[in-house]
């Protein structure tokens, strides 16, 4: 079975900081897929950032990156020069290699204050 | 479409009555996914298509839920003899082929209320 954890139920950043989100998982599998999804207020899951297992370099799409720890089981993301649009829940998924059922944390509420 | 369309946007229903949600997939998208997301909850799994074929429903959660797509686009979800345990936003998501690797579409869902 897999878990996925994420420790934070809120953060809160200002307008062009750099805010840090944790998530740690549990697999036995050697292959697998991770993601950062979005929600806003919409409820629409909105992908943000994945990252693949067997790759070592850490994904980046504009101002997203994480931090990928494999022996660690750990991904974080990070959001740099942050704005008001980013205000959201977001959460850590999981899915093994395969046709891509997935498993979500708990999620973290990310504010964004001007 | 251009997107993964959900009806309604809420329901309110009484305890005790029959529910059928719907969910319009991207024209084409092979796999189609229900997820259930209680209130500030992550979403959870419920069952899964590739095309009409139901492949996995390990995650509804009695038999009171049950799941079609006959025609491999559209597909419903039905929940029988609501309960309020059963109030949670109901969230599906398509993707083009089987591989994951294509990424997936979410729809906004559907607000379930049981009073």
């Known amino acids: 079975a897999q878990t996925v954890t994420q420790s934070q139920p809120e953060m809160s950043v200002q307008e062009a900081e750099t805010v840090t989100l944790s998530c740690t998982y549990d697999?036995?599998?050697?292959?697998?897929?991770l993601f950062w999804y979005k929600q806003p207020p919409s409820r629409q899951m909105i992908l943000v950032i994945r990252?693949?297992?067997?790759?070592?370099q850490n994904a980046t799409e504009n101002r997203f990156s994480v931090n990928f720890q494999k022996a660690a089981k750990s991904f974080s993301l990070k959001i740099s020069d942050s704005q008001l649009g980013d205000t959201a829940m977001y959460f850590c998924?999981?899915?093994?290699?395969?046709?891509?059922?997935?498993?979500f944390g708990a999620g973290t509420q990310v504010v964004v204050t001007p | 479409g251009a997107g993964v369309s959900q009806s309604p946007r809420y329901k309110v229903a009484k305890r005790g009555q029959d529910v059928a949600l719907r969910c319009d997939p991207i024209?084409?998208?092979?796999?189609l996914f229900w997820y259930q997301q209680a209130l500030g909850q992550g979403p959870e799994f419920l069952t899964y298509?590739?095309?009409?074929?139901?492949?996995?429903k390990s995650g509804l959660p009695s038999d009171r839920f049950f799941a079609e797509r006959p025609e491999g686009s559209v597909s419903t979800l039905k929940i029988q003899r609501t309960q309020q345990e059963d109030s949670a936003v109901y969230l599906c998501?398509?993707?083009?082929?089987?591989?994951?690797?294509?990424?997936?579409?979410f729809g906004s869902g559907t607000r379930l209320t049981v009073v």
């Open positions: 998501a398509s993707s083009l082929r089987q591989a994951f690797s294509d990424g997936y579409t």
């Open positions: 697999t036995s599998e050697s292959n697998y897929y």
């Open positions: 990252q693949e297992a067997y790759k070592q």
């Open positions: 998924a999981f899915t093994r290699d395969g046709w891509g059922k997935l498993q």
């Open positions: 024209s084409g998208h092979v796999s």
């Open positions: 298509f590739q095309n009409e074929a139901q492949l996995d």
